[in-house]
């Protein structure tokens, strides 16, 4: 079995660049932190660094086992956090993860909630929308072939449908609804990450209607895409949740023919589905989305 606190100096040897500098992070001896390397080194039977002039670098094989390693290092950080909380009297610790216009739109209150209701429980957010994180609970936009049953309650809170974002001055902004394949040759702004569940939402619909978007920007938030669309550059198509506020002199028109819709769901560890937090921000998230 590999060693924790060795695994520990390798991933800060990698980070600060050099053994001394790493020395004096963590207040050992650069004599300490060789020796330490070392026998890590026998441990797993790799070279995980070599000699380049007076310096060190490491190997692929040192740099994978340090990348590799940080999963392992924040569980013992939330096994610490969980000890500590007890210690103190806590009644723990729940973390949520979210993407980012659920963020914005639901977790302010949420949050408020609980901390009104759970006054000593300790909240941890994270936007897992492109991270391997693995909270207790998890609001995330289901994609195609993932499948969270296994080890978590899952249940649908809302099903998301997609708007088109245009000027007021353009023809669409007149119009009750706007069917999809209208749009294939409108200059498009890019709203989202090229492997993201929401985009490929939006690209199989645009697939079904026979083309494929000409994105004219690339953005990477729904805030930054509605304000290329304001200054003219083209259109871009956003789920309602993260439409928000508008500027001034922009409208939405409902996509039909066919309308991408995404859907939300929510997952809970089953380890803590009995936690009262747990289950009351799964409560919060009902109301929320029952109520539009």
Known sequence: ???????????????????????????????????????????????????????????????TLAAESGPLF???????????????????????????????????????TLRTEFPDLRLDLHMTEFTRRDPDVDIFV??????????????????????????????????????????????????????????????????????APQFAVEAHDYPTAVQFVATGIGITVIPRLGLGTLPDGLATVPVVSPTPVRHISVAVKKSVAQHPAAQRTVELLEAITAAG
Do not use: K
């Open 74 to 112: 924040e569980a013992l950080s939330r096994v610490e956090r969980l000890a500590g909380d007890l210690r103190a009297g806590r009644v723990g610790s729940l973390s949520i993860g979210y993407f980012g216009s659920a963020g914005a739109t639901w977790l302010p209150r949420i949050v408020a």
């Open 1 to 63: 079995m590999l060693d924790i606190p060795r695994l520990r100096v390798l991933r800060a040897v990698v980070a600060n660049g050099s053994i001394r500098a790493t020395a004096s992070a963590l207040g050992y001896t650069p004599s300490a932190v060789s020796q330490q390397l070392a026998v890590l080194q026998r441990e797993t039977g790799l070279q995980l660094f070599e000699r380049v002039g007076r310096g060190i670098e490491p190997t692929v094989a040192g740099r």
């Open 142 to 211: 289901e994609a195609p072939g993932v499948d969270r049953s296994a080890d978590a309650h899952v249940r649908r809170l809302v099903d998301d449908p997609y708007f088109a974002v245009v000027r007021d001055d353009d023809p669409l902004a007149r119009s009750r609804q706007v069917p999809l394949a209208e749009l294939a040759g409108r200059r498009w702004v890019d709203n989202d990450f090229s492997h993201g569940a929401c985009r490929q939402v939006l690209l199989t619909a645009c697939a079904e209607a026979g083309f």
